[in-house]
């Protein structure tokens, strides 16, 4: 018997929503569309997906990312067809070079109708073209068992693909032709034979990824030359990876080389060894004569560029030294520092290299790893003196006592722009099991509200977003988020009234006042007060440091959203900022390192 569309597809749905939860998918971020129907009643109808429905697909996408990444699991995002899928983009732009796994699913029309003048159709095939690791338009359901296996099969690969190292999106594009639900969806819904989840499909394992293992030959090399240089560095760059920080400790302690952990890295906060552990390095690598004292022969490099633009740069000043980078992509260096790459998972890797350094045994100690502590300990001094006298609103201080009160198992999320940046350069770790998270695959703005609010819905702890107002303002439709869905979270808003980041660029002091303020300051007057009275979120704006600490530990206990808004100066902020800078040469000239 010929079944009409309807039923072909809705069972394409179901078998596609079913085996993607076989295959250990959780949770789906459901944009409201006509075309997308099928797929959205049987993810509402499937008991092992939890459903969240948001209205704005931009806000709905970043949700989903930020999801992804607090689970380090796939998550399903859906879309009708047209421009709603095309929201998506910066979402996966993010989640392909952040390496977060979400498997993107759009509606669309069937091929008769494209690019014939139809409403709401697109051009949707490679809609994200190498931003997504694959691409499947899949076929227009028939009622047919080869074209049900066909279906389990691809969303098998799905995951695994988005799972896999590098983790990263993937699309599944899915045309469907109308009537596109039977016409009692009730009858036989969910009861196809044909549409219960594959059993012939039992390779897939959603409990770890494969992991990329390194080369022998070059793991020797590379430990043999660590074993006869002293002066060597770990650099461990934004990008968390389970049995990073046990491993990147473990070949400190073989090597006696400093890690210089990014904040981003999940290194610089948790219970592993500090003993190596370098965090200050922002701001003392701005003294010339201290980052000549501390020139290395050899850098290791994992994770991402590093946030901190004078470690870059200090890199940079040694072109000519051995840089290796380890990397299970495409290795990011985009200043084509490397004299090798090792495409390897990094934990292994240094866990590896660690084994093999410590049995051909240390060196003489040089004193190289306790120089890199001194002058770290005496900048963290420095720093923590300077912040503890300034009295007026100041985002650097901010960012070091939100961090001090976040408790342990708390998840921080930090825009991008000056927030990252300070967080870096002030934020001191320690022993806490805190997870500091950005989205600073793209570096964008958009979307740092919806990412800490999925982050919110499936945290075990507090969630925190440090935020500019700018961004803030550029994704307020992802405040709805919390409250439809009645989530916890504490948003702490740095309002400098505009970009403040380019108030410490070269063209802050080449324009007009005028001018740069129309071009680059761009302050948009935003009543952050009235924006969180909108979506029912409670808001505090503290007038001094204590009022603020107050505030912000109330806040991070009582449930629902809460928006902690800190007014500061743009100029004032830079001043602050080179003040503190000062501060830190001035201490690095007292205990001045002697050449190792």
Sequence with gaps: MTLDSGVANLELACALVDQLAKSGVRNAVICPGSRSTPVAVSLASQPDIKSWVLVDERAAAFFALGMARQLTAPVILLSTSGTAAAN????????????????????????????????????????????VKWFVDMPVPVADDAFIRHAQATATRAVLTARSQPAGPVHLN???????????????FRLQASA?????????????????IPGATALDGLASQIAREPRGIIVCGPGEAT????????????????????PLSGVRFGPHGRSGIVDAYDAFLRDQETADTLQPDVVIRVGAVPTSKSLQQFLLAHTDRVHVVIDADAPRDPS????????????????????KVA???????????????????????????????????????????????????????????????????????????????????????????????????VADGPVVLIVGD???????????????FGLNATVVVLNNDGGGIFSFLPQAEQLDTPIFEALFGTPTGLDVAAATRLFGATHMRPRDWVTFRSELCHAIKVDGLSVVELVTDRTRNVAQHRAVWAAVAEELQRVAPVGV
């Design 359 to 457: 049995k051909i045994g240390r060196r003489e100690k040089c004193g190289w790893v306790e120089t890199w502590t001194t002058v770290d300990r005496a900048t963290t001094a420095a720093i923590e003196s300077a912040l503890a006298q300034e009295r007026d609103p100041f985002e650097g201080r901010a960012v070091t006592d939100i961090a001090a009160l976040l408790p342990e198992g708390a998840t921080l999320v930090v825009g991008n722009s000056m927030p990252i940046r300070d967080v870096d350069a002030f934020v001191r770790g320690d022993r806490r099991q805190l997870r500091i998270v950005s989205n600073r695959g793209a570096n964008g703005i958009d979307g740092v509200v919806s990412t800490a609010l999925g982050a919110a819905a």
């Design 243 to 262: 049995g990073l920080p046990a491993a990147a400790t473990a070949l400190s302690v073989a090597s006696g080389y400093p890690i210089l952990a990014d």
């Design 470 to 484: 700018l961004s803030f303002f550029h994704d307020l439709n992802g405040l709805y988020a919390a409250a439809k």
């Design 196 to 212: 219960e989840p594959s059993d012939s499909i039992d390779s897939f394992d959603p409990s770890e990824p494969s992991q990329l």
């Design 336 to 355: 084509h520092l490397a004299t090798s790459y090792l495409l390897a998972d990094p934990a292994v890797t240094l866990a590896a290299l660690s084994e």
């Design 88 to 131: 998506f983009l910066p979402a996966v732009v993010e989640a392909r070079l952040s390496r977060i796994p979400l498997i993107v699913l759009t509606a669309d029309r069937p091929p008769e109708l494209r690019d014939w003048g139809a409403a709401q159709t697109i051009d949707q095939i490679q809609l994200f073209g190498s931003h």
């Design 174 to 188: 899915l045309p469907f032709r109308e009537p596109l639900l039977p016409a009692d969806p009730g009858t036989g």
